[in-house]
């Protein structure tokens, strides 16, 4: 969970914030997102591919930090939907925001 206090890892809680926008920009326009929308931006980019320690096939390492970002993505559209207590105007199931 985000910890305001914690500022070692603002960076990360705003890329997971700025990520969240995108898939709830993109529920809005199609009437659902996969989480995973999310994180395309970093896919495409080469962003994933620089995070990696072992460079080329390494499946596994991309996969873990794959579900890292898209996990951090789902805690955000989590606590945004906890906060407004019941006004979220989203639904948040099986990996998907509608």
Known sequence: MVDINDWSQRHKQFAAAI????????????????VEAGIQDER?????????????NSWSERQILLENLS???SEELGRR????????PFVLKDGAVR
């Open 19 to 34: 990520d969240a926008d995108q898939v709830e920009r993109r529920a809005m326009l199609d009437g659902a997102s996969n």
């Open 44 to 56: 495409t980019s080469g962003v994933v591919d620089d995070a990696l320690v072992e460079k080329g």
């Open 71 to 73: 996990g951090s993505v």
């Open 81 to 88: 939907a906890q906060i407004m207590n019941g006004s979220y």
